[in-house]
C-alpha cells in the first residue's frame, strides 16, 4: 500500500544492481538479528510462525488450481530430510524402437549401416528416385558395397589407389 516501496521493488525488478544490493541488506540485516542473543530462536521462530506457513500455502493454492507441482509427493519439510539420488541429467535417453519398414528391410550393405538401402529410400520417398534405383541395380555397387562392409583392409586398399588419398 505503500507507494514508494512498491516504486523501490519495481525498480530493484528492472535493474539487477539494485537487486543485489538489496539482497546484501537483507542478508546483514538477518546476521545482525542473528548475533543478538536469542536472535537465531526468534528467526526461526518466525520462519516457523510466519514463512513456512505462507510458502505451505501458497502450494495448496498452486495444487489447487491445477499448477505447480505435478508429483503427488508431500513438500519436504525441515524436519524431512531427502536422501533420494537425482537423475542423471547426462545419461543417455533410451533408444526409439525403430520403425517396422525400417527393421525389416535387410539392409543392401551387409553389416554397413550407411550402405544403400532402396526398401527404405522407397518409404521414406514414396518411391525410389531414378538415380538411386539406377545406382542399386548397377552389377558393381552390390558387390563393392558387400565388400567394403565386411572387410575394411579392402576398402583402405581401394581408397589408396585413389587420388587425395595417402
Do not use: C, K
Amino acid at each position: 500500500s505503500n507507494p514508494d516501496m512498491m516504486r523501490q521493488a519495481m525498480e530493484a525488478a528492472r535493474n539487477p544492481d539494485m537487486m543485489q544490493q538489496m539482497m546484501r541488506n537483507n542478508d546483514q540485516a538477518l546476521r545482525n538479528i542473528e548475533s543478538m542473543p536469542g536472535g537465531f530462536n526468534h528467526l526461526a521462530r518466525m520462519y516457523n510462525d510466519v514463512a513456512a506457513p505462507m510458502a505451505d500455502g501458497m502450494a495448496e493454492a498452486a495444487a489447487s488450481r491445477g499448477t505447480g507441482s505435478t508429483s503427488s509427493a508431500p513438500l519436504p519439510t525441515a524436519t524431512t530430510r531427502n536422501d533420494n539420488p537425482l537423475p542423471n541429467p547426462w545419461a543417455t535417453p533410451a533408444p526409439a524402437p525403430a520403425p517396422a519398414a525400417a527393421a525389416a528391410a535387410p539392409s543392401a550393405g551387409g553389416a554397413n549401416p550407411f550402405a544403400f538401402n532402396p526398401a527404405l529410400m522407397a518409404s521414406m520417398f514414396g518411391g525410389a528416385p531414378p538415380a538411386a534405383s539406377a545406382a542399386a541395380s548397377a552389377p558393381a555397387t552390390p558387390g563393392t558395397a558387400a565388400g567394403t562392409s565386411t572387410t575394411p583392409p579392402a576398402a583402405a586398399a581401394g581408397m589408396a589407389g585413389m587420388a587425395g588419398f595417402p
